[in-house]
């Protein structure tokens, strides 16, 4: 059983200085969204219509408090709106803390939608993390904001495409607290979680490459002794719950294993071991999924692009793949629970 209607999404609508309301704006125009979803925007209504007068774009605003429980007309775009932002505080590229505080508070709303049941997911438009932390909200990004919302202790960041899945272990850190904080526990419970949702949102019996963090897995500790003391036993631990986990793997060769079909996800160690083979090949059209939380959480896979905001000129295929996961994993869950 699913849906008596379609589910309804939370979308946020991310920086007002970014291109977040104009790829909104563009999906919205898109007939394959209304026809997954019942998209609500938490956002400011100045700055969602500034995109629609920018695009031309034959929509027109309702505002709601609640998710109304019909699906939008044709043409009618569902708002909930939570600031309502000044001139300079909406100027295109200059992120201010007026706006990173606006942000907090669309995120916020839509997780308390979410763990309320109001909504059935939620998906995001870019988001600048200095003017967050500006406003006082002091979180590296949605996924550790979301994780702190939900009292999740165990969350993973993963970005998919079509051809290619990542998951990691470490994600907004320097790279030089990434060995210390490769453990035993994080790589362990990286694996569990992968493995978990993606059994129950994306393939029931997941194939899990594990990355070495050394290059040659560490050449027998010539570079490093990681890749045997503590991704090996995470490895076997995990398959010893019969988990189907293999690793460490060479981080050069294995992506190319992946793409051909061999793992239907890689688990890296750190953000840029993953998230450049998989912007690579995906930039257009990935997705960035919270993997562990109570709720479901999809993003865009790329940032706020300054540089395009305000030209009507920016890709919508990234928000409208992640309003579609969005949309997906929702129905998923439901016909679980029926
Ligand atoms: N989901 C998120 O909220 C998210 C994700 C990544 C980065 N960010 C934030 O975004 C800000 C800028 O980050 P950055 O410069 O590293 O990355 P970015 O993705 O904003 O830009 C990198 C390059 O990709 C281009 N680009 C990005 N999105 C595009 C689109 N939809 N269509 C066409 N071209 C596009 C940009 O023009 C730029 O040349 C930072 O504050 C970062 O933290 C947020
Ligand atoms: N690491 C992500 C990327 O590069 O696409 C991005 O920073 C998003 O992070 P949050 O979803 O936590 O905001």
Known sequence: MGFDIRPAIAVTMGDPAGIGPEIIVKS???REIL???RPVIIGDRSVLQRAIDLLAADLRITTVEEMPDRDPASGE????????LAPQDMEYGKPTAAG???????ITEAARLCLKGEVDAMATAPINKEAMNAAGHHYPGHTELLAELTGTDNFVMMLAGSRLRVTLVTIHEALADVPRLVTFDKVLATIRTTNGDLARYFTPRPRLAVLALNPHCGEGGMFGNEDQDIIRPAVEAARSEGIDATGPLSADT?????????????ICMYHDQGLIPLKLLHFDDGVNVTLGL???RTSVDHGTAYNLAGKGIASEESMVAAIKMAAEMAVVRQTRKA
Do not use: E, Q, T
Not at 77 to 84: A, F, V
Not at 100 to 106: E, H, N, P, S
Not at 254 to 266: E, N, T, W
């Open 77 to 84: 775009l569902y708002l909930k709106p939570l600031s309502d």
């Open 35 to 37: 026809a997954s979803c």
């Open 254 to 266: 294995l992506f190319h294993l992946a793409v051909k079909g061999d793992y239907d996800a890689v």
């Open 294 to 296: 109570p709720i479901i």
């Open 100 to 106: 990173g505080d606006a942000v907090f508070r669309y």
């Open 28 to 30: 919205m125009a898109r």
